[in-house]
């Protein structure tokens, strides 16, 4: 049987169609660098104009020592043509090395530089290879690489801990994703040093952020408490919004605010918070606790809700579960001390507190620390009233800091083994004074690793000065971006301090503050796998020449240990801005059956339907038979001619 004609060019179409959809074709990630290409300005000619610049007429390789490259690099000529940005799968770069001669080259010198300098001085001085960096992802291509960690604090071995057994992976300057208040793009303010992430607080959240780092600010004009980062940047109503919605849909989660007055801005938008200090009626911090418990309501873990907790537990280190049981989802410190009560009528009547003592630090909401144990009761309540002790949380950058990444891992990996031992020579304004260090994973003190690098002034405002205007400066491969920094330093946070067999040392601290998360999902899943007690599998990661990476972990889904290649391929694939094109034979296969299918059902129906008819007549033969005989005339009727 044969297939009728308009199967057959249906099968044929079919079959085209299903070629064209799966042919090779850029990814998403690829079309979108693309398109930013073309909206954005990409060179600069300013300070650092010579070295903006695209090396055309020789290149490194042609050099005899690193004398004479950087006296090459030193002396470009401004007036040259600007250089052209190509893009490379997921990257954009600037006249990429020619030989593996050439990318030595580069890379000694950027190794040598990065041993003494800023990150952007050396990516602006000889380029980014031997610059190993986490690239920064979109949110859409996170969740298409299954990097998200959604409500991962729900695993048995996590409800378990202790508050203060946790490590949670957490997000610097956590707000600081949009400019959004009376000083922001209009004022001129510079992404540089200012905007810290790239996804806001739920998509945060859903990555597997628990701990969120936020300065605030407050608006006279608008009457509103603000993130804050040098600028005004969200409304504090919208970010705990994203806290409570998650949290709704999350009910085992616990998450952590720490929360202070932004130093870096305008002295005008910290005003209405220094005069509460010195209120009467009032307690320090009360606008911002006032904001936040405004959202979050019977979510913060405050005294009446911790008073909820049974005798079994200890109310000065709950479990996680105990935590979620009463639903105290939200752990808040304000300038380092937790918050158990957010105004002045509710903390009057609240065992322990103190009126804030000017003598002790006025900021502290809860008045001055006490040595875990001995709170006395002065308020007036009953005297055999629960006490708790606010908790402490101690930074680790006033040993930490640092504007070189290396520098900063060295100091943070020494930090890590002894933190009480550091603690002691550097105490937090929320700790008593002569009281006894605790050791980790102990109340009072919350272990914060600060794993950013933080530039001197002087270098933060050179910087910012050159990012002004645009959003990458190339020289040689990948340009220097607002982001560089973050993903350099995730990078050496991954490979050195969270390294494979590591958490003894990386779970000692309580949190991990990491900038433009977004380029750290391997160092978050990698502190959530620890805190889950799973199998350690390690991470398998691909980078460019041109120094950008991405790894993913090892570790499938039933605990099993994934082929390295496996994970590689995809990382690659997806680094590379291709999309996996094979898929396209089993959709023309099915597409193909089904017609074949629907065309041989639709012969044979026709078969059918004729067999059930019998012989078909002759056409016009009935009529022939009928008018036999009336035309006797036996003289044939010419033919009309066919001209």
């Known amino acids: 049987m044969v297939l009728p004609h308009h199967c057959t060019v249906a099968l044929v179409l079919v079959i085209l169609v299903a070629m064209a959809a799966g042919a090779p074709h850029p990814s998403s990630a690829h079309l979108a660098a693309k398109a930013d290409h073309h909206k954005q300005a990409f060179v600069e000619i300013g300070p650092h104009g010579a070295i903006m610049r695209r090396e055309d007429e020789s290149s490194v390789a042609d050099s005899g020592s690193a004398h004479e490259v950087r006296k090459k690099y030193s002396s470009r000529d401004p007036e040259d043509d600007p250089a052209k940005v190509q893009q490379d799968g997921a990257v954009s770069v600037v006249s990429p090395v020619g030989t593996s001669s050439e990318q030595v080259k580069l890379e000694e010198l950027t190794a040598e530089c990065m041993e003494q300098e800023p990150t952007a001085e050396c990516m602006e001085k000889f380029g980014s290879y031997g610059i190993r960096r986490l690239f920064t992802e979109t949110w859409e291509n996170i969740r298409s690489l299954e990097q998200t960690r959604n409500g991962w604090m729900s695993h048995p071995g996590v409800q378990k801990r202790k508050l203060f057994s946790l490590t949670l992976p957490g997000s610097l300057n956590s707000g600081t994703y949009a400019i959004t208040g009376g000083n922001g793009p209009a004022a001129q303010v510079a992404p540089y040093g200012v905007v810290s992430q790239n996804l806001n607080l739920y998509q945060q959240l859903e990555l597997g952020i628990r701990m969120f780092d936020i300065r605030v600010g407050y608006s006279a004009d608008s009457e509103l408490v603000y993130i804050s980062h040098g600028a005004l940047m969200v409304p504090m109503s919208l970010a705990m919004r994203d806290i409570r919605r998650y949290l709704e849909e999350h009910v085992r989660e616990v998450v952590v605010l720490d929360v202070t007055k932004d130093p870096t801005t305008d002295p005008a938008h910290l005003k209405a918070f220094v005069d509460e200090e010195q209120s009467h009626n009032r307690i320090p911090g009360q606008l911002v606790h006032e904001a936040i418990a405004c959202e979050l309501k019977e979510m913060l873990a405050t005294y009446s809700v911790l008073n909820k907790l049974p005798d079994t537990e200890d109310v000065q280190n709950p479990s996680v579960a105990s935590l979620a049981d009463i639903g105290a989802q939200v752990i808040y410190f304000w300038e380092g001390q937790q918050v158990l009560c957010t105004t002045f009528q509710e903390c009057s009547v609240t065992p322990g507190w103190y009126p804030p003592d000017s003598q002790a630090g006025s900021s502290l909401a809860f008045g001055p620390p006490f040595v875990l144990g001995s709170r006395i009761n002065a308020t007036g309540s009953k005297a055999t009233a ?64 600060d794993a950013w690098v933080k530039l001197k002034n002087d270098e933060l405002d050179t910087q910012a000065d050159r990012m002004r205007g ?9 340009g220097f971006t607002v982001k560089s920094d973050a993903e350099r330093t995730n990078y050496l946070t991954m490979s050195w301090f969270l390294k494979r067999n590591g958490q003894a040392v990386f779970t000692q601290p309580n949190a991990i503050m990491l900038e433009f998360a977004s380029s750290a999902m391997m160092p978050i899943i990698r502190i959530i796998e620890a805190m889950q007690n799973r199998p350690e599998c390690g991470w398998a990661i691909f980078c460019k020449d041109s120094g950008s990476c991405w790894a993913d972990t090892l570790l499938g889904p039933q605990d099993n240990c994934l082929p390295e290649a496996d994970v590689l391929k995809k990382l690659t694939t997806h680094a590379d801005g291709a999309e996996d094109t094979t898929y396209w034979i089993i959709y023309a296969t099915i597409s193909v059956a089904t017609v074949v299918v629907l065309c041989f059902l639709s012969a044979i129906t026709k078969f059918a339907a004729k067999t059930l008819q019998g012989p078909a007549k002759p056409k016009g033969g009935e009529d022939i038979a009928e008018g036999e005989g009336v035309n006797d005339d036996p003289t044939p009727v010419e033919p009309t001619p066919d001209y």
């Open 386 to 449: 629960k006490m708790i002790e606010p908790a402490c949380n101690a930074h680790s950058n006033f040993y930490t800091s640092a504007d070189q990444p290396e520098d900063l891992m060295k100091k943070i990996q020494n930090y890590a083994i002894d933190m009480p031992g550091h603690i002691a020579n550097h105490l937090p304004a929320c700790f008593p004074a002569g009281g006894q260090i605790p050791k980790e994973h102990r109340p009072t003190l919350w272990h914060t690793i």
């Open 470 to 478: 645009v959003k990458a400066i190339y020289t040689r491969g990948e």
